[in-house]
């Protein structure tokens, strides 16, 4: 007799907004920038995100704020791993070939997510969203929604 049971569902946390940054920077710099302009303070997290593959394993930076006014928590996580693989052929004048993995491959073209978490409405993701498009170094910003990933699970943390 089943009294109660759990599913993946009880534990996630569907309150967030999450935002793609396409970007060339590196994960520290964007992470200064926004600071700077947006007036954040995003830190390293003491952990990564760290991702296993059937062909090898992955660790994704994250960078974290919490906004005490709103109560909100955003992360800066990075979409692409990059890693270089050593080519057996001794023909190859170059030995190794650099691979990249993307933390949720249906978005191949992200950097970067921005994930808030918390109360956040649309009219201030719109507005976060702008600002963000009006900084030189990055290409562009636009709000994502979760319900149509595939692998929103990932992001759970």
Do not use: P
């Not at 109360?119 to 993701?125: A, K, L, P, T």
């Not at 600002?131 to 030189?136: D, Q, R, W």
């Amino acid at each position: 007799m089943q009294i109660h049971s759990l599913s993946l569902d009880d534990f996630s946390d569907s309150n967030y907004q999450l935002i793609g940054i396409h970007c060339s920077l590196e994960d520290y710099r964007l992470a200064y920038i926004l600071n700077l302009h947006l007036h954040l303070d995003f830190k390293r997290c003491k952990f990564d995100i760290d991702f296993k593959n059937k062909k090898q394993d992955a660790s994704f930076s994250l960078y974290e704020y919490f906004n005490e006014a709103t109560d909100n928590s955003w992360y800066l996580i990075s979409n692409v791993y990059k890693t270089k693989i050593k080519n057996n052929n001794n023909a190859s004048l170059f030995s190794e070939n650099e691979t990249r993995i993307r933390l949720i491959s249906e978005k191949k073209r992200v950097d970067y997510f921005l994930k808030i978490e918390g109360s956040f409405c649309e009219e201030s993701m719109k507005q976060l969203t702008e600002k963000m498009n009006t900084i030189s170094q990055i290409i562009t910003s636009y709000t994502i929604d979760t319900n149509q990933l595939k692998s929103k699970e990932v992001l759970i943390f």
